[in-house]
């Protein structure tokens, strides 16, 4: 499948891996290393609602456009090479000075002046306060403490149906509105560039049939009542209708962190493993579900916590790796030194391991999967 960045005055073509059966849960490659500026004088919280409410009523996308229109700004972008574009972004902090807005790092990479242009007409002159090119996020900071605030929702108590508005710059145009539903959860894209551009993994995004287009990315998909669930960051250019999102737990997980110049960290596992799905599909039969091991790479938290080849995850704490629910989308709103409980189904039994979570950084470049059966 072919993907898109939504930068509008470049569209950049990507390629999404879909036959991959054995994936390596967060090792490393060889792309960009997260940054951040110093940290400010005040650590800036940034509020979650959790859980994110799901509309009991009609559904009113003017409601959600009152509520965060505000707060969603034009991003206009000089590139260093002589080049620009334009994204979106949505103010998500602020202290006594400045105020903070998240963004994709694609959107503002290798920029040499980053405008913020805000719905009531104010504009600004940003500076990049820090960008993570694993995630895809960025956030941009402004000397003015005034600007209305977005406030994030819980992505991890989104259901798959649920109607969601998207808000951004779509070619150019400012503050546009388009609504759909959340199509599926916990999707895994790999997107290249070309070109010697390193591929980007994005292990854990949602999929949303609502309308966006380049000059979308960095802006909010919303849930009815105007809270962030979504950071729209790239869409399939083959289909229709199918555009991808970072679940808002890790845009504010990684803000937070770049916010308060700190260097984010990324989970790691060092498991190979094969989903359902590909397992089934190639002869293989088990009672139980969910991802099947099939190596657990030396001196990583995999084979520190005693996973074997052979095992059945069915569970990351009390999440069940079923219905779409992907190993890596269980791990990801967690931060490197938190340890998960494991459910493995072993040899007919059924055993719960503890996993010390690792950074991305600890993976050695050596280290891959077996081939798939």
């Known amino acids: 499948m072919r993907v898109v960045k939504l930068t509008a005055a470049v569209t950049v073509a990507l390629l999404v891996g879909a036959g991959c059966t054995v994936r390596p849960i967060g090792t490393s490659r060889t792309s960009p290393t997260p940054s951040a500026k110093a940290s400010p004088t005040a650590v800036v919280p940034i509020p979650v609602v959790s859980p994110a409410p799901v509309a009991t009523g009609a559904f009113d996308p003017a409601h959600v456009v009152q509520v965060l229109g505000p707060a969603v700004a034009e991003l206009i972008v000089r590139q260093s090479n002589g080049g620009g574009g334009i994204g979106s972004g949505f103010v998500v902090a602020r202290d006594s000075a400045a105020t903070y807005l998240v963004t994709n790092n694609h959107v503002v990479a290798g920029a040499s002046k980053v405008i913020v242009l805000m719905p009531d007409g104010r504009h600004f002159t940003a500076t990049v306060q820090g960008t993570d090119p694993i995630q895809d996020i960025a956030v941009v900071k402004v000397n003015d403490a005034s600007l209305p605030l977005a406030q994030f ?9 649920q109607q969601v508005v998207a808000i951004g710059s779509p070619l150019g145009n400012q503050a546009s509105v388009t609504s759909g539903i959340i199509s599926a959860l916990h999707r895994t894209i790999t997107a290249s560039a070309g070109g010697g551009t390193a591929a980007e993994d994005l292990p854990d995004v ?13 802006g909010p998909l919303a849930d009815a009542e105007g809270n962030v669930i979504g950071v729209n960051t790239a869409t399939n250019a083959a289909g229709q209708g199918i555009g991808f999102a970072i679940p808002s737990l890790i845009a504010k997980r990684i803000a937070q962190d770049l916010i308060a110049g700190r260097k984010p960290g990324h989970p790691y596992m060092g498991v190979c493993y094969q989903s359902e799905d590909s397992f089934l599909a190639g002869g293989k039969d088990f009672v139980g579900y969910g991802v099947l091991v099939t190596a ?9 916590a005693g996973l074997k080849a ?13 219905n779409g629910q992907t190993l890596g989308g269980a791990i990801q709103p967690h931060a490197p030194g938190e340890t998960v409980q494991l459910t493995v189904l072993r040899a007919g039994s059924t055993t719960t391991l503890p996993l010390t979570l690792a950074d991305r950084s600890s993976a050695s470049s050596a280290a891959s999967c077996p081939a798939t059966p």
Not at 206 to 218: E, L, R, V
Not at 310 to 322: F, P, S, T
């Open 296 to 304: 657990a790479l030396a001196g990583t938290p995999a084979a520190k």
């Open 310 to 322: 052979g095992d059945l995850i069915e569970k990351v704490d009390d999440v069940e790796l079923n």
């Open 153 to 161: 929702g819980d992505s991890t108590k989104l259901k798959v149906g």
């Open 206 to 218: 949602m999929q949303t049939d609502a309308a966006i287009n380049p000059g979308n990315s960095g």
